[in-house]
């Protein structure tokens, strides 16, 4: 293990130890509060570009799962590679026991290429983080020095979409999947609720397609930069088919109804966000990954809020109020992360049986 450094845009700096790939690299620079999941967070392409740092003290005891393929997609994992950066930790073992692990954490991220650094005071990294907000950084390893990096210059959601069109079951309700950066859980969940779900990438035109829903994924990266799906989501809100979107699918909605945008201070990156639906006093703890939110003030008045996050109010979904169009900030396939709004699948699916039903 070899000195190495984390160096923030405002010249902070922590030094730690290396773990993973030895080598140097630079992102902006994130934290997540979760307990578990890391083989999830790492996959997840919404951290494609960013330093991701974990909270919670020991990283590593229950090792990383195996690569096998389940409905042609990877069993345990949100992708089929890992999207951070780089991997901040404070205590980090590669004795790890898991009934289901094959290798080490630093073995994996050795194979992709991935830095990592332990060692770190975390809390306190996390702490000047939360006052001055997320910045851009950079893993120094071994005094090779990097420039940094800044992702928002990059069109990210370009960078993890699928590239071509893709077919996953057999169900009987065609789920058209805008392919922003999914994670593999929620196409795991549609298959599990009777679809057949069509893969499509971030800026393919959709508008003449035939569907029985349509569904717009998470994804990195500043939603203003995906002008195309938000044009093409324009015309869809012109049909009757139902549309659900989840975290950047979510903003997206927002943005093709009209409503603005804007980056949030340091974002919500954790599985124990409470939030709560609007209108009743139903509360749920959630799984988030995001950066930018929805200013519900500029919503229209055709939509409204649909769910509220109970820590800094921000918005957490968005509904058309006569049409079966909803959105979630939040991460109802819950991968990883607590299972309270998994039901949300099923009631856009009663949504699309409804319609088949009726057309």
């Known amino acids: 293990m070899t000195d190495i450094k984390i160096v923030l845009e405002d010249g902070a700096e922590y030094h730690g130890k290396s773990f993973g790939y030895e ?11 979760a307990m578990t999941g890391y083989p999830e967070s790492l996959t997840d392409p919404s951290y494609k570009g960013q330093i991701l740092v974990e909270t919670y003290p020991i990283i590593g005891n229950y090792g990383v799962p195996s690569e096998e393929a389940e409905n042609g997609m990877p069993k345990y994992f949100e992708s089929d590679h890992i999207h951070i950066s780089a991997l901040a930790v404070a205590d980090y ?28 005071d975390t809390r306190a990294l996390t702490k000047h983080l939360r006052e001055k907000g997320t910045m851009l950084g950079k893993i120094v390893y071994n005094n090779r020095d990097v420039p940094f990096y800044d992702p928002y ?21 065609r789920i058209l999947l805008v392919d922003c950066g999914v994670k593999y859980n929620i196409i795991r969940d549609l298959l599990a609720n009777g679809a057949t779900v069509i893969r499509v ?16 994924t998470n994804g990195p990266g500043d939603p203003v930069r995906c002008e195309a799906t938000v044009r093409h989501l324009a015309k869809a809100f012109e049909r009757n088919e139902p549309i659900m979107g ?24 954790s599985h124990n966000q409470p939030v709560q639906q609007a209108g009743k006093q139903t509360a749920y703890i959630t799984s988030q990954n995001h950066g930018f939110a929805i200013d519900t003030a500029t919503l229209n008045d055709e939509w409204e809020a649909y769910y509220l996050n109970l820590n800094d109010h921000t918005n ?22 607590t299972t309270d709004t998994e039901y949300m699948f099923g009631v856009f699916m009663d949504e699309v049986r409804k319609f088949k039903a009726k057309k």
């Open 201 to 216: 990438p971030w800026n393919y035109d959709f508008t003449q397609e035939a569907y029985d829903g349509l569904f717009i």
């Open 316 to 337: 957490e979904g968005i509904r058309h109020k006569t049409k079966p169009f909803f959105s979630a900030q939040f991460h109802p396939e819950a991968s990883g992360g």
């Open 246 to 269: 989840i975290c950047l699918g979510n903003q997206l909605m927002g943005l093709a109804a009209g409503a603005k945008t804007y980056k949030l201070k340091y974002g919500h990156r």
């Open 23 to 33: 080598g140097s690299t630079a992102g902006e620079v994130v934290f997540n509060t």
């Open 153 to 173: 210059t990059d069109n990210l959601v370009d960078l993890v979409s699928c590239k071509e069109k893709q077919v996953y079951g057999n169900g009987n309700y």
């Open 93 to 120: 073992t590669d004795k790890y026991s898991h009934w289901n692990a094959v290798k080490s954490l630093g073995e994996w991220m050795n194979e992709n290429k991935i830095p990592g650094i332990s060692g770190v």
